[in-house]
C-alpha cells in the first residue's frame, strides 16, 4: 500500500471513528422532557453548533444531534426558529432527539 493510500485510509477510519463517537454522545445526552411543565407560548431554547469533520454537533436546550452537511444545518435551524414547539414534536417522533 502506498503512503497516499495509507493516509486516506486512516482519514476515512478517523471520520468513521468520530461519527461513531458523535452518535454515543447523542445517546448520552437526550433529554426526558417528560418532567418539564408545558409552555404558553413558543420558546426558542438556547442553540450551540459546533463543526467537526464528519459535519456538525448541533445542541438544542439539552438535546444533542448531528447533521451532516450544512444545508441540512441551516433548513432544520430555520425550521425551529419558526416554529420551535412543532419542530420539538417532529424532531422527537422523527427519533432526532
Avoid at 486512516?10 to 445526552?29: A, P
Avoid at 418532567?35 to 413558543?42: G, S
Amino acid at each position: 500500500m502506498r503512503p497516499e493510500e495509507e493516509s486516506e485510509e486512516e482519514f476515512v477510519n478517523e471520520g468513521l471513528q468520530q461519527k461513531i463517537d458523535l452518535q454515543q454522545e447523542l445517546e448520552m445526552n437526550s433529554c426526558d422532557s417528560s418532567n418539564r411543565p408545558t409552555r404558553q407560548r413558543e420558546k426558542i431554547k438556547s442553540i450551540h453548533v459546533r463543526e467537526v469533520d464528519v459535519g456538525y454537533i448541533v445542541e438544542v436546550g439539552c438535546a444533542v444531534f448531528a447533521i451532516e452537511t450544512k444545508s441540512q444545518l441551516v433548513a432544520k435551524l430555520n425550521d425551529y426558529l419558526n416554529r420551535p414547539d412543532d419542530v420539538e414534536r417532529l424532531w422527537k417522533e422523527e427519533g432526532i432527539f
